[in-house]
């Protein structure tokens, strides 16, 4: 009985004392939300029965270790699993590659040549520091005949010549080294690039099973060392045609690990690392502020720097091929909470930082154009694109290129998370609409009554359209709204302008022929104590 059990003891203990069992995973599928990843990877494993350790190599530096999901057959039992960046292993195996380790030995060669070298130039240096050191010294001394002079003058020529030149040949050798040395550095790194960059990350597995075994292990986690943001590309050929919009993304990621040929699923969700099964509450609705009414408000000084970008490139943009079948690879799936994008094209993105731009998909978008100035802000005229119905296309917050009639005019940004049914894009600035708002003087002026001072301002907008097309413009203005009872406003003209009384905004809709010229005036009273001042007036 004892020989039993001292001979399972043995046998338990050398279950334990066999080799980790080394392979390294390879990412398949990526699913990318805007802060993390979801990444799954397959590794092949070979088993002997009982009881081993499978170290996972290649995972990504840093994930979350509670989101571990690990696929495996039914005979074999999964009993714990770590994550480490410092898995250390009598065992582990030098997996050095003998091409790389070749590139390595002759590194180590040239840098010792380049440390050889450096020392003789540094010692051919020292003698021509020697060597005028002591001609100086010769020279102070007297006594000597112009036989002795001459011939150690001809001494110091010769020997000082012969060292200047040993230490450029030692600089040009030098030199040649170095160029040696980084085209080795650099195919050390083409050869080291040619594979699938390996990380730190390891996972750690303790499993059982009744029989050896061959077979392949799903691994599924999140990281946070990924994202991506939505970006577009607007092209318009003229203010009559539909919009051709590019929908695009673009990846980053530091995961440690390269993406190689991975199916790719961008996601606007945030990924769930919740286990507890999630519950409905009541929910209750409630109003908030209209974005679309600050939009407008704000797009002249946002359009400001989109054409300033605009001017200073010059770069006019050649008409792409139509990429319309890149549509037929991203299948959108929209549920009430977020938005994702499954492509079928394999991608590769590195894990280097870098922006990776993928396309998803091309929109046709029907707009209807307009011209938008605020003239006391902006001379120049902003033209936007009105989309309407634009929950459909599946939009999302982010930045987009603007290149209108061949021409790239810089960036806007597009924010479909507004209450409106109506997103205005702005296509940049035309300065074939000209503005022009000049105060008049004879209209304006200043009156001092008994306790009270009155200031009226005249202004006329000129507007004229230039283009061989006619233009829709809407121009806005203002006059101010008075928050002290000490001080009246009155608004003595606004030439049929649209009068929001709460702003104080005027709004007028405009339609010019080609050509066409057109003025409107507006003009207001101010009245406050004389003894008094309105800083802002």
């Known amino acids: 009985m004892k020989k039993i059990v001292l001979l399972l003891l043995l046998a338990f203990g050398y279950t334990y004392a066999q080799k980790p069992i080394f392979t390294n995973a390879k990412v398949k599928a990526a699913t990318v939300y805007f802060n993390a990843a979801e990444i799954t990877q397959t590794a092949n494993v070979t088993l002997p029965a009982g009881t081993s350790e499978i170290v996972i190599k290649n995972v990504a530096n840093y994930l979350l270790e509670n989101t571990v999901q690990i696929g495996a057959p039914s005979n074999l039992t999964v009993m714990s699993v770590q994550f480490t960046n410092d898995y250390i292993s009598e065992y582990e195996p030098d997996e050095t590659s003998p091409v790389i380790k070749k590139v390595r030995d002759s590194i180590k060669l040239v840098q010792k040549e380049i440390a050889l070298v450096s020392n003789q130039k540094a010692s051919e240096q020292k003698t021509l520091e020697l060597l005028d050191k002591n001609n100086q010294v010769y020279g102070q001394q007297s006594g000597l005949s112009v036989a002795e002079l001459m011939k150690m003058v001809d001494y110091y020529k010769l020997k000082r010549t012969e060292t200047a030149n040993a230490i450029n040949a030692f600089t040009t050798k030098e030199e040649k080294l170095n160029e040696t040395l980084a085209r080795l550095n650099s195919r050390l790194e083409t050869n080291t690039s040619k594979e699938e960059k390996t990380s730190t990350g390891k996972l750690v597995l303790q499993v059982m099973n009744n029989i050896a075994v061959s077979t392949s292990l799903d691994i599924t986690y999140l990281t946070q060392n990924a994202g991506w943001s939505p970006f577009y590309d607007l092209r318009a050929d003229n203010t009559t045609d539909p919009i051709n919009m590019l929908y695009k993304a673009q990846v980053v990621q530091q995961t440690g690990i390269d993406w190689k040929k991975v199916k790719l ?184 009554l008994s306790s009270s001072r009155e200031q009226t301002f005249t202004y006329d907008i000129t507007i004229k359209n230039n283009k061989k097309d006619a233009a829709k413009l809407m121009i806005k203005d203002q006059y101010p709204i008075s928050t002290d009872k000490e001080i009246e406003v009155e608004l003595l003209q606004s030439d049929g302008a649209k009068v929001d009384k709460e702003s104080g905004i005027l709004t007028w809709e405009q339609e010019l022929k080609p050509g066409e010229n057109k003025k409107i005036r507006i003009s207001y009273r101010v009245k406050y104590p004389k003894n008094k001042n309105i800083d802002n007036l």
């Open 265 to 448: 699923t961008l996601s606007s969700g945030v990924p769930n690392q919740n286990n507890q099964a999630p519950e409905l509450s009541s929910w209750f609705l409630r109003l908030g502020y209209d974005k679309s009414i600050g939009y407008l408000a704000a797009a002249p000084n946002v359009s400001s720097d989109i054409m300033i970008k605009g001017q200073a490139s010059g770069l006019v943009v050649e008409k792409k091929s139509k990429e319309s079948s890149i549509s037929n690879y991203t299948t959108i799936n929209e549920n009430q909470m977020n938005i994702s994008f499954d492509i079928d094209l394999p991608y590769d993105i590195l894990s280097n930082g870098k922006r990776h731009s993928v396309t998803l998909k091309e929109i046709k978008l029907p707009a209807t154009y307009k011209y938008y100035a605020v003239p006391k802000v902006e001379k120049e005229a902003f033209l936007l694109a009105e989309i309407n119905d634009y929950s459909k296309f599946n939009l999302l917050k982010g930045e987009a290129n603007i290149i209108f009639e061949g021409m790239y005019i810089g960036k806007t940004y597009i924010d479909p998370s507004q209450t409106s049914d109506t997103l205005n894009l702005s296509m940049g600035r035309d300065k074939k609409i000209a503005i022009k708002r000049e105060k008049v003087a004879e209209k304006s002026g200043t009156k001092f």
